[in-house]
């Protein structure tokens, strides 16, 4: 699993042309929802080397989140192709995770 954190996110063009499965993630550090998410996201990736994890800070106004119609932080989103085949806010469990992450 590669993890990258990005405070310049991409272009939706670049998020689109993704051939690897993708964890893209939206959210900020100082969000308390996000924060307690950060664990069960942790323990759910480690099952899956193969899944590339992009952490996008959101925030009002910012293009890639607004194009994903993220309201809610953390927002998760599993691509496979550059495609969305699952979502999940504001995440609860591990075994949640897990579930969208096997849809990749």
Do not use: N, Y
Not at 23 to 44: N, R, V, Y
Not at 59 to 87: C, H, M, N, Q, Y
């Amino acid at each position: 699993m590669s993890a990258s954190a990005l405070t310049v996110e991409p272009a939706r063009a670049a998020i689109d042309a993704l051939r690897t499965p993708t964890l893209l993630e939206f959210g900020t550090d100082w969000c308390p929802h996000c924060q307690a998410a950060q664990p069960l996201i942790a323990k759910a990736l480690a099952a899956h080397p193969q899944v590339d994890h992009i952490k996008v800070e959101d925030g009002k106004g910012r293009p890639l989140g607004r194009s994903f119609t993220v309201k809610l932080w953390p927002t998760l989103i599993f691509l496979r192709d550059g495609r969305e085949v699952a979502r999940l806010v504001r995440p609860q469990s591990e075994s949640a995770i897990r579930e969208a992450l096997a849809a990749l």
